[in-house]
């Protein structure tokens, strides 16, 4: 049967095979939040997780739904994949996202909030104030709040204010009239973005215990008459108003791309607004004014049983030194070849080096850059950078490597989203020290991830590399999971150095040795490899497909492996987060598993790993399985060609497949299930743990 027959015999186009992917998201939010249920992990830890799901769900109303409420006003008639228009999406995700964020105050108030008192920590409400704290705290809000607050009676030369994202704010009704006689009955108080959200009593003022706080907010409803003299106020309320945070570059227009990028930074905080918390015991009527002054409607209200932005409780875990309610201390290891050899480049030069992070340290990465500044062999040296910071140890050897003397060039990507400003910083940084920087392609972000250094030995010129699946950022690289690759191969080096002309120069599209490249090579390369699969199984050679990535969107993607189901391929998928893919449909995905992993580091590394009728082959990737990566972004995949290495991926990728502690897996309603022991005889298998173990 030719490879395309099974397609048109069931249309795997039809809606129906296509979850929705912005509910998927919204699953994956849910898998975040049952890690703080969970009663294994650390207490201090599922308070973490609960504010992560808080914040990943500021983003996807900041940038996700933003963008389908773009389009609904654009095109509403238009469908995705899943059939869905605009205004059908937005519907489903209203009742989605209400559930979630009642689950997330719930999960505080019900759980984590008494477990926490139980372990001497208290979120001291107002009621409970003693008059020791009582007094303090009036202190606090005359000497530390009252000088920088500023309300607004709202009346016709006091029109209301234009409010920050995602800022704290209050909505008081007031009667009584003030010195000119005025009263509108309303005022918005701004709580400046500087202040603490939470402040701990000192002890030994209050009498307090050890890990006693008080909201920002309690101290505000507490004392904020005191701001209205001579007033009476009647009610004071939190609320929040989330924008759209995803800014648009004209990228046909613009003469400067950092200009045009720090002109819409500018804006970032006044979008479009796209949500609204309010205090749940705010009146209807008062809620009816705010809905109206945003003009929004009901659906994107939020009626919330607590703190607004519940992001900014994830201060505690700074605050309270109790290293007994969190994640025992870990410390990465440095691999035996680098720790036995001073000189990197020799030990690159023996024989290929995968870093596995975060069980192995970042420290080898920035090790090579280091190095490569002070070396007099070392010539020149080209880096992409997407999220990093300027007082990154790696920053600092590439101004030495150019102050030095070596051509150092660095592509930086403005456009990596929430780090705009840290990058536009870093190439300031970077420029002043005479480093050639340039911003890549204008219109593909350059998210491929790799470094070059090019070493004279001898009379021989050389290139070494590292290629990798996640930022040159040493701190995500302590909780994100990740592969890095050091090589000196030359084919590999020579593709570098192509990718690198292409991103600083112009030119025709040049073929690569080794490397797959987006949004030229890539996604056709990976489909080829599916159906080459799809050919093995129809042989009866060994045919299977491993893929581990964060998402999986892109549709033609998606009906590649449905049709290596079909063809009887054995297809395992590791998404962390957003799969748009139905496993388990007859007659088309009953081969294809897909499960998330939800532990204690942040899954990231990209692997697509193919049997090859026994010929295996194994790529990492900085990209994933998305329509962006593939086609409006410059990515890079990379084979793992030292068998040794390549079978430490695939060790690692099966014992994912066995995890069934921390693994999730995809139904094709597009729930998830939590996967558990099917019996007490079998052993509990937590990969992360177990890589912990190993590498320690």
Known sequence: MDINEAEAIIDLQKPELYINREQSLLEFNKRVLAQAKDEKVPLLERLNYMCISCSNLDEFFEVRVASVIQMAAIDPKAVGPDGLTPNEQLELISVHAHQLVDEQYKVLNEILIPKLASENIHFIRRKEWTEAQQKWLEAYFNDELLPILTPVGLDSAHPFPRILNKSLNFIISLTGKDAFGRNSGRAILQAPRALPRIIQLPAEETGSGPADFVFLSSIIHAFVDQLFNGMNVKGCYQFRVTRNSDFFVDDDAIDDLLLAVEGELAMRNYGDEVRLEIDAKCPDETVTFLLDRFEMSRDRLFLVDGPVNLNRIQEINALVGRPDLKFPSFKPVVPQQLERSKDIFAAIKRHDILLHHPFESFSPVVEFVRQAAVSPDVLAIKQTLYRTGADSPIVGALIKAARAGKVVTVVIELRARFDEKANIDLASKLQEAAVHVVYGVVGYKTHAKMCLVLRREGKQLRNYVHLGTGNYHPKTAQIYTDYGLFSCDKELGEDVRRVFAQLTSLGKVTKLNKLLQSPFTLHSGLIDKIEREILHAKNGKPAKIIIQVNAVVEEQSIRALYRASQAGVEVKLIVRGVCCLKPGVPGVSENIEVRSIIGRFLE?????????????????????????????????????????????????????????????????????????????????????????????
């Open 604 to 696: 990231h590394a990209r692997v697509y790993a193919f049997e090859n009728g026994g010929d295996r082959e194994v790529y990492a990737s900085s990209a994933d399985l998305m329509n962006r990566n593939m086609f409006r972004r410059v990515e890079i995949c990379f084979p793992i060609e030292n068998k040794k290495l390549q079978s430490r991926i695939l060790q690692d990728l099966n014992l994912y497949l066995k995890d069934n502690t921390q693994a999730w897996l995809l139904q094709s309603d597009g729930s998830y299930q939590r996967l558990k022991k099917t019996d007490d005889a079998e052993e509990s298998v937590q990969a992360q743990a177990v890589l912990m173990h190993e590498f320690q």
